[in-house]
């Protein structure tokens, strides 16, 4: 147990190092990037005093020691700051975004998963069939496949063609939670049939990896019926990597909805983010970036811990 | 397993949405709401503050001017009950307002409304600050007109009063509004970043009176509401328009126009003329700075072809010397000459009598434009055969306003503007704009339409500037591009305009 506390400590000890690692490395980059937030709010028609006036009223003339100072300070008092185009807090303008992000990350990975794992375990149960050779071709194809053309082409039949789900945004005033969550389920296949490559292909190979040990052909000896064989003593062996594949797409999928959230006009995080690095709104981007990191790295805490309740080797 | 039930589950709920949903959609249409598919997000509402074209379009139903304008682009009456009556020396405006009119807070609209925004409109809108420096005083006299006192002639006037000198209930004002209450045709009801931005009918709209000529005449608000909604990627607004979730997608791709023609369900409209690309020249430092190095960008370059690249067909451009097209008050050939064809020949003599040097030539473009980067390619390949060494950077837009802000840092940079209803207010010819022109022709050219009173004097004036910008060269136009946007069937009366509105447009039945 003291093992475990110790391991828990120096695992959030890590966790903070790294945060605080991605707060000065975003805020460097941001400012080392050519593109003045000022100059692109003020339009074409700018003049350069303009843009100076600008720059001293959002405060982008301080020294960069200073707004660096300001910013960790802020972190610290739960403060990311004021975006400099949508004139409120940065925690303000993550929060109303985060919903669509998070449903459709979760969509997205049901939709894998319930896609990956029987399949990914059936195509390792009957290696060397058609089956197994059509779902690894699919596999590589699915893959290969950017989620902003799948959701093209997912536009194109579903929302065009067949009019079953609208092709943009996430519902219009008034709209209910359901409705807001019908505009998730183009984008949510798009983004589940790309990640679901990745997890079939590592479960298959998990298991793949298992069923020829001894364990199993001794449950197999013993009576035990082929489902109590590959679901309990195989599969259970296969999940550790198959938990890690799971949370690194679930930590991918924060920080990639990006280009699907702009296809299809969704409000969330990721459209927030491009928005910003176009605009150079440097508070929204610093913010976003780190919220997404310090999910990321929860993610990856969270899988870490999810090891020692299947694994009891990793308890030891 | 019970984690398959569950996924099964919620995929069958959300399939069930999809009728709810869409009865929803037609029963907000036979309440008349208009949806608008944008661009992008605004950065504000604030027109004052940032007046682009994406604001510009939007807060037209919220706010009005005193004068907008008409199909020539010449100002005329909007929140003004007439044209301002001049004084003999041309240097003081008495401007009449329009009774009955009252904001979407019920508040009434008089003389000192218009004096406190246009005195904010003067202390940080570009164009307002250049008006502030003219401005000896501006005054009420009485409730229902101002006075506007100069300190020398300054022909814009009206013209700068036609666009983001919007007019703000007084009690409202402040350095950053958080209230945007106007005396339009829609008011602002809500706003979700990102997601809509929701304007709904003013009753209580008075509508300036005389017939419908580009933004002026009569404005009727015959949708109940009208919403913004954001959709960056082209390639979903035309889907989204197709499928009939946008009744109006703004700022289609010219190659989606057969998909819209043909779609059945929503037809493409072109609107002519709705702006023009030019390459400036940097005329501070560098290269450039001489003038024959800069008519030999002039001889070289071929207009037809890079506006041929940009916009692959002659339906969504023209080549045109005068800087502005056919129809408007200010189209004239005066100087268009050096608006050659492209003599690479004709251009290295130039160069060879300017003694270049080889020194490359840094052409700045961003692909977030994609025109500017097809133009930019065209034109490289033009200058090289002429005999530059060209150094093209293909950097996105915001690097781009940042660094030709530097005049150390670029030679040419491409970009594209309207036509704005001011000849004098074409961004280059200011001092100040990057590119830097400043020569004396200019100077007396500028002053000599500054000092007209009557649109004669202005367009000769006018016809005397755009020769001088020939001859000094301080952009090179490279012709002028339609926009195309998309309209679903059923939606009538819409006419196309630069900035689109919605105004006397009948949604789908």
Known sequence: MARIAQALLKRLGGMAIVLALVVTVVFIIVRVTPGDPAAVMLGSDATPEDIAQLRTRLGLDAPLLMQYGQFVLGILQGDLGQSIFLNQPVTTALAARAEPTFFLTLFSILIAVAIALPVGILSAVRRGTIFDQIVVTLTMVAASVPSFWLGLILIQVFAVGQGWFPASGYGGPGTSFIERLHHLVLPAVALGIVNSALITRFTRAAMLDVLGDDYVRTARAKGAGEARVILKHALKNALIPIITVIGLSVAMLVAGAVVTETVFGLPGVGNLVVSAVLRRDYPVIQGALLVVAAIYVLINFIVDMLYILVDPRVRQ | ?509
């Open chain 2, 1 to 509: 397993m019970k984690k398959s039930a569950f996924v099964l589950m919620t995929l069958a709920a959300l399939a069930g949405t999809s009728s709810l949903a869409l009865a929803q959609a037609g029963a907000q249409a036979n309440e008349g709401v208009l949806t608008v598919a944008t661009i992008g997000e605004p950065p504000t509402l604030d027109v004052m503050q940032t007046p682009t074209d994406i604001v510009l379009t939007i807060d037209q139903h919220i706010f009005e001017t005193l004068y907008t304008y008409d199909a020539q682009w010449k100002s005329v009456p909007l929140l003004a009950a007439g044209m301002p009556t001049l004084s003999e020396d041309g240097l003081t405006y008495k401007i009449p307002l329009r009774e009955g009119v009252t904001f979407h807070d019920g508040s009434a609209f008089d003389a000192k409304d218009v004096t406190a925004s246009l005195k904010r409109w003067m202390a940080i809108n570009s164009k307002g600050k250049q008006v502030a420096g003219i401005v000896e005083s501006l005054t009420e006299d009485g409730d229902h007109a101002v006075v506007i006192k100069l300190k020398s002639r300054y022909a814009p006037l009206l013209a700068t009063l036609s666009q983001a000198s919007v007019i703000l209930p007084s009690e409202k004002i402040a350095d950053t509004l958080t209230e945007f209450v106007g005396t339009g045709p829609y008011a602002l009801k809500e706003r979700k970043p990102d997601q809509y931005i929701q304007l709904v009918r003013f009753d209580d709209y008075k509508s300036p009176e005389g017939e419908i000529s580009n933004y002026a005449g009569k404005r009727e608000a015959i949708a109940k509401e009208i919403r913004f909604v954001p959709v960056p990627d082209a390639n979903t607004r035309v889907e989204g328009l197709i499928s009939g979730q946008f009744d109006y997608a703004d700022s289609l791709p010219v190659s989606a126009y057969e998909r819209v023609e043909g779609s059945g369900n929503a037809k493409p409209v072109i609107f002519k003329d709705a702006g023009w690309a030019s390459m400036n020249m940097n005329m501070k430092e560098g290269l450039l700075v001489k003038k024959e190095l800069r008519h030999a960008v002039q001889a070289a370059l071929n207009p037809n072809d890079m506006m041929l690249a940009a916009f692959s067909d002659d339906r969504f451009f023209s080549v045109d010397g005068s800087i502005f097209p056919e129809g408007s008050f200010w189209h004239t050939d005066a100087g268009v000459e050096r608006y050659g064809e492209g003599d690479p020949e004709a251009a290295a003599k130039l160069l060879e009598e300017a003694g270049y040097d080889g020194t490359p030539l840094r052409l700045m473009t961003s692909r977030q434009y994609e025109f500017h980067y097809k133009i930019g390619e065209v034109a490289k390949a033009y200058l090289e055969a002429a005999g530059f060494k060209v150094d093209l950077q293909v950097v996105d837009w915001a690097t781009l306003t940042t660094r030709r802000a530097d005049p150390k840092e670029w030679d040419i940079f491409i970009t594209h503007s309207n036509f704005p209803g001011d000849p004098t207010t074409i961004n280059t010819i200011t001092d100040t704009y990057p590119g830097w022109y400043v020569s004396d022709q200019k100077a007396k050219a500028v002053a000599a339409y500054m000092d007209a009173t009557t649109d004669e004097a202005k367009k000769a004036a006018w016809e005397g500037i755009q020769t001088v910008i020939y001859d000094d060269a301080p952009l090179y136009k490279v012709g002028n591009f339609n926009a195309v946007s998309g309209l679903a069937n059923g939606v009538e009366g819409y006419e196309p305009t630069y900035w689109p509105h919605f105004w006397n447009v009948s949604p789908k039945k």
